[in-house]
């Protein structure tokens, strides 16, 4: 008896992804790499084996981006049998499994699947999910009381407001991917996660049936743009909003900072969300001794020496206290002299009760209100960055891990070009704000000297000067 194949996956990574055992996958990279294809098959083939057991969702952000997924999906399950029961968005297979279609964009979204038992969950473009929260809450539904092995997978490209947290989470551990990364928790349980890289050339059947969809690529926008999607570069941010950031330029090396530099804390406060706490200093301009030699630093220049980013208490999970994170601020300081210390408005806000930034202060953690103005507190991270004469005015130490991680991805706000996106991770970055702002940095602009005119002399202006008393009555 012939067997027709309906589906088989492409030699290469659309073949890793099957067989991938891992429990959190990130499939993706480039435009055009089978992600979608690859991910429904894998679906499909785990329904078959695991009957019942099987229950998978299938996220995108909005509901009617998963149209094409749902046509693609109705090419591969009818032939099996399985059932598509339309008002509900799910597919019914013929040993008891199912694959809904939902949105999730938000983490009410997410909440709605709390206490369920999801054997697997994909999300596609998570690229576009600037805060990673809806994502990391379905993990607490994914679990099967048959004991069949659960997995979650993610797919998407570089870019997109999700691209810091993506490329810390999945890129930088291992940039080619393909090697298992191992996350220990306290109780000293582990859950690893892989990077599969994908890239059109890998999807044969594209490129042998659309052989032109490369120059396609090639048309799509910037030369960033086109080497994040047509090579799957995590380094080539399109339409980066601070676009004058060089790494080379603008990260150094750690060094004793000075006890007499002027020295700014900032603060952004987050519960659910992480908070973040950056130390400013400013040069004076004299040469200081650092791991490169004496170097001196432009006067007035800003250098973040210190960074604590974090939400949660360490090997705990806990979320932090405002009195813990005034603990922990004061302890980093230790007899440190500050000079300024500014958080965001915000904190001051009194919702029925004690203020945050009254909280902290009873702990001895002392600020006053920051700036928090938006546009012009970006122009001073831009203008810092650009410096003068090529030489910048503000430095970041090495140390400073999620800064540098986050500022180069910042985007554009698509419906306000000159603010950011704040749907990203931006928490340093507001953070870095309200410092600056503590510190303006103003480019003097000198007016160009006046020219003598040899074709005025001084008795034509003395004639004027005579008319214009005339005028007035005077002789």
């Known amino acids: 008896m012939k067997t027709e194949v309906i589906w088989r996956p492409q030699a290469g990574r659309q073949k890793a992804l099957i067989d991938c055992p891992v429990y959190e996958i990130f499939y993706g990279g480039a435009r055009g790499g089978g992600k979608t294809d690859g991910v429904l098959g894998k679906m499909g083939l785990k329904a078959e084996k695991y009957g019942a057991a099987f229950n998978g969702i299938f996220f995108r952000k909005e509901l009617p981006m998963l149209d094409d997924a749902i046509t693609r999906s109705q090419q591969l399950y009818s032939p099996l049998g399985a059932q598509w029961v339309g008002y509900k968005k799910t597919w019914q297979f013929p040993n008891g499994g199912s694959l809904r279609f939902r949105p999730l964009e938000r983490d009410q979204d997410a909440d709605k699947y709390q206490g369920q038992n999801l054997s697997d969950v994909c999300v596609e473009e998570v690229g576009g999910y600037g805060d990673r929260s809806p994502i990391m809450k379905l993990h607490g539904a994914i679990r099967s009381a048959a004991g069949i092995p659960t997995q979650m997978h993610l797919t998407g490209n570089p870019g997109g407001a999700g691209q810091g947290w993506l490329k810390d989470r999945f890129i930088d551990p291992h940039p080619e991917g393909m090697k298992v990364i191992t996350e220990k928790f306290p109780n000293g349980l582990e859950r690893s996660r892989v990077f599969i890289p994908a890239k059109v050339t ?87 001794d650092t791991p490169e030699g004496f170097i001196a630093y432009p006067k007035g ?74 546009i012009s507190g970006w122009q001073q991270v831009r203008q810092r960055l650009k410096g003068g004469d090529g030489i910048p005015m503000l430095y970041m130490f090495s140390t400073c891990t999620a800064l540098l991680r986050t500022l180069p991805a910042m985007q554009h706000d698509k419906k306000k070009p000159e603010d950011l996106d704040t749907t990203s991770e931006d928490h340093a970055i507001d953070t870095l704000r309200y410092g600056l702002m503590a510190r303006a940095y103003v480019i003097e602009r000198k007016l160009p000297e006046a020219e003598w005119d040899s074709k005025i002399y001084i008795q034509d202006v003395i004639k004027q000067m005579i008319a214009k008393d005339k005028k007035k009555g005077f002789e």
């Not at 150094?252 to 992480?274: E, L």
């Not at 705990?316 to 300081?333: P, Y």
């Not at 000079?339 to 806000?349: F, G, L």
Request: charged share 25%; net charge negative; with cysteine.
């Open 202 to 288: 890998d999807n044969k059947i594209l490129m042998l049936n659309d052989p032109n969809y490369v120059g396609n690529l090639y048309m799509t926008g910037s030369a960033a743009l086109v080497q994040a999607w047509l090579n799957g570069d995590w380094n080539a941010v399109e339409g980066a909003f601070f676009d004058g950031f060089d790494a080379g330029k603008h990260i150094i090396k750690p060094f004793k900072i000075p006890h007499d530099w002027h020295k700014i804390r900032a603060f952004d406060w987050g519960y659910s969300a992480p908070f973040c706490v950056l130390w400013i200093a400013i040069s004076d301009g004299q040469p200081i």
């Open 301 to 374: 220049s800003a250098i973040v020496y210190r960074e604590w980013y974090g939400a949660s208490k360490p090997n705990t999970g806990l979320r932090m206290e405002n009195s813990e994170i005034a603990k922990g601020i004061i302890e980093r300081e230790k007899d440190e002299r500050l000079d300024d210390m500014v958080a965001d408005p915000a904190i001051w806000a009194a919702l029925g009760g004690v203020s945050i930034g009254e909280q902290m202060m009873s702990e001895g953690c002392f600020f006053r209100r920051a700036d928090n103005k938006r």
